[in-house]
């Protein structure tokens, strides 16, 4: 069995879904006869339904905006299902209601609690290709729960693992992890074999190749992520991400919110790093200066929670 993820990148327009069904059709001609694909929802899509959702109510509720935001999932599981079946493949299409994932009620953010394979099983004794909507799963009352920005690749890994698959594959833009942005750095390099943790934290501080918790999730279940890239020429393959390999990279943390002190001691006195890491933040850093009272926050570049005290500080410049 061969579990893929496709990423946005990989439908700019329809002639995407077209390549990625004649790579598949490639694939089963190998003979990989079972194959569960889990796709994004098609670039700019997600960011649009989000704008389109505030124009109508700016304070929608995060349960709203999850029910919202994984249709832009689903249409593109209905797209590649579309473009398989016209290449005569037995095909069929999942999303969050029927892949048996279940999660907490932490809307926008949702944390993977529990897995069922059999309904993935059932179509796969059905179909030869099992297509999956990315990104989101139910919570324990049957409602449907969004797992992040870019949680695609969390999908896939969890599929992996519940149908105990020790490996997936995910294709984006760029074919693996560089020692730096390639569309900044010309001399990046790209990293044959990175570990877990590193990436993991690479991804934190602001490196798009991977979600951080689709890392820390193969890290703990023992599954192996291939990342590559599909072209018109063929398939590019790049970084392996296993439980060994070390290597040293520069990320960019894009559009950090730097929150400035009186002093060090009212910066420490107040406790924020704590309060702050329960929003929507991915880390907290202190200068390198011991008298510098500022904070430096990465914010998670698609929160999904109100979080006011975030706005409170920012606004007071405490």
């Not at 896939?156 to 900044?184: F, R």
């Not at 990293?191 to 590193?198: A, N």
């Not at 990320?251 to 950090?256: E, G, H, K, S």
């Amino acid at each position: 069995m061969t579990i893929l993820k496709f990423g946005g990148s990989n439908f700019l327009d329809p002639e995407g879904y077209h390549r990625v069904a004649r790579h598949l059709a490639q694939r089963r001609a190998t003979g990989e006869n079972k194959i569960v694909v889990v796709v994004s929802a098609m670039k700019g899509e997600t960011d649009s339904l989000k704008a389109q959702m505030l124009e109508v109510n700016k304070e929608a509720s995060p349960s709203n905006l999850d029910a919202a935001m994984a249709t832009g999932e689903m249409i593109s599981a209905c797209r590649l299902e579309a473009a398989v079946s016209r290449l005569e493949i037995s095909v069929t299409s999942l999303n969050g209601y029927g892949l048996g994932i279940r999660t907490n009620s932490d809307f926008g953010r949702a944390t993977v609690e529990s897995v069922d394979p059999r309904r993935i099983r059932s179509a796969l004794q059905e179909h030869d290709v099992v297509i999956a909507a990315g990104a989101q799963a139910i919570n324990q009352s049957g409602r449907l729960t969004f797992l992040g920005r870019n949680a695609s690749d969390l999908t896939a890994v969890v599929i992996a693992s519940m149908l105990e698959e020790h490996a997936c594959e995910i294709y984006s833009d760029v074919p693996g992890v560089y020692t730096g942005d390639p569309n900044l750095i010309a001399e990046a390099q790209l990293i044959p074999e990175i570990g877990y943790r590193t990436i993991a934290a690479m991804s934190r501080y602001g490196a798009k190749v991977l979600h951080h918790g689709a890392v820390e999730y193969a890290e703990k279940h023992g599954v192996t992520i291939f990342c590559k890239s599909l072209t018109n020429d063929g398939v590019v393959t790049g970084t392996t991400v296993t439980g060994h390999g070390n290597a040293r990279s520069v990320t960019v943390a894009r559009d950090p919110v730097v929150i400035s002190f009186a002093s060090v001691a009212e910066r420490d006195n107040r406790g924020l790093s704590g309060i702050l890491c329960g929003g929507p933040v991915s880390s907290v850093e202190e200068p390198l200066a011991k008298d510098d009272g500022e904070l430096c926050l990465c914010l998670d570049p698609f929160p999904r929670r109100p979080f006011p005290l975030l706005g409170r500080v920012v606004k007071n410049e405490i």
